[in-house]
């Protein structure tokens, strides 16, 4: 479940609808805009990196991802460490998000991130550059 909850097509398709949904609200649709626009950047800069370093997976990586595309087969970096540092990082600008909420996103962040290594997704190094990229 921690792997899905940071799947950059289950963000996408979350965003695209919750974009819809807010299309009027002069809070929300300015909120779900800058995720859409800092997913795509965050796709694109993982394709780019991937492509371009094409690092292996960990030895203890199980070959059972689905919804993946060729670059996916590459480990760094971690493209749920991004996701998920740099949705952190947008959630904590608003004001509206209460303090708990803002607790909850940096604590799924962390634990999504420690799960890439635990889960032999990724090397520590993968993760940890994630974290900053993100």
Known sequence: LWE???HGVLWLLAVT???YHSWHDPIMKPFY???MTAWWVDILVIIVLKATFRRSRPAT???DMYLTGYVDRHSFPSGHATR???MACIFLQYSFITVMNKVMIVLWALLLSVSRILSGRHHISDVICGIIIG
């Open 33 to 35: 805009q800058n995720i």
């Open 84 to 86: 998920a540092s740099l």
């Open 17 to 19: 609808a919750l974009l």
């Open 4 to 6: 899905y909850s940071g």
């Open 61 to 63: 990586n199980r070959n």
